[in-house]
């Protein structure tokens, strides 16, 4: 079965102090895996698509990596902006086009 | 600006009620997605259409009824057959195959009176 768990749940930084949340995943192949911003009652928004081990992207304080097993967000130098729940979703292999979710973690920065 | 429009925000439901929520998208996407997110929980998906008039059932169903008539709509209804409908009801829609990003609405949170 494909599974997507994210950890830590929840983390609190205090602005400025870089940190990493984890998106680790089991899946009969990856096809990508996406991550997504949400804030309180809205939908989810894109941040990055990866597609295979050793990919990076990067996106203002965001960069997210990727290993056969795991996915890492650094974030540096967050501010308090940035607090946000963020999930991972994983694309299995297949050619149906259903994303599986973590449960997200929430991520709250103190100025 | 093109984008994918649910209504309500907030929705009320009362015992043995249908209820219908609404998703509207104007980025000309093939497909389009309703999931359930429940607090700690993943999303989990309900229904998706890849094309008008054909859906697919997803993980959690029962309950959940869905039309796709039109390729910029897509909407759900939540009948009296589901027991725990009070959630945040998300939709999505997608442009195209291989690995694109879903895009999502700004959701419709249902409660029971």
């Known amino acids: 079965e494909d599974q997507v768990t994210q950890s830590p749940e929840a983390l609190r930084l205090q602005e400025g102090e870089s940190s990493s949340l984890n998106c680790s995943y089991t899946?009969?192949?990856?096809?990508?895996l996406f991550w997504y911003r949400q804030d309180p009652g809205k939908g989810p928004e894109f941040l990055f698509t990866?597609?295979?081990a050793g990919e990076e992207k990067e996106k203002e304080r965001l960069k997210a990596t990727l290993t056969k097993k795991e996915s890492f967000l650094h974030i540096t130098a967050p501010k308090p902006e940035d607090s946000a729940t963020y999930l991972c979703?994983?694309?299995?292999?297949?050619?149906?086009?259903?994303?599986?979710f973590g449960k997200g973690t929430k991520l709250t920065v103190n100025p | 600006d093109g984008g994918i429009t649910q209504s309500p925000k907030y929705l009320f439901r009362k015992e043995g009620q249908n209820v219908t929520l609404s998703c509207e998208q104007n980025?000309?996407?093939?497909?389009m997605y309703w999931y359930r997110q429940d607090p700690g929980q993943g999303l989990r998906l309900i229904y998706y259409?890849?094309?008008?008039?054909?859906?697919q059932k997803g993980d959690i169903a029962e309950g959940y009824s869905v039309s796709r008539e039109k390729k910029e709509s897509f909407p759900l209804t939540v009948t009296s057959a589901q027991k725990n409908p009070t959630a945040f009801y998300l939709c999505?829609?997608?442009?195209?195959?291989?690995?694109?990003?879903?895009?999502f609405g700004d959701g419709t949170r249902l409660s029971i009176l």
């Open positions: 259409s890849q094309i008008v008039n054909d859906f």
């Open positions: 979703a994983v694309q299995p292999q297949g050619g149906s086009e259903k994303l599986v």
């Open positions: 899946v009969s192949g990856l096809r990508g």
């Open positions: 980025l000309n996407h093939d497909a």
């Open positions: 999505a829609s997608l442009q195209g195959w291989g690995n694109q990003p879903q895009h």
């Open positions: 990866l597609y295979s």
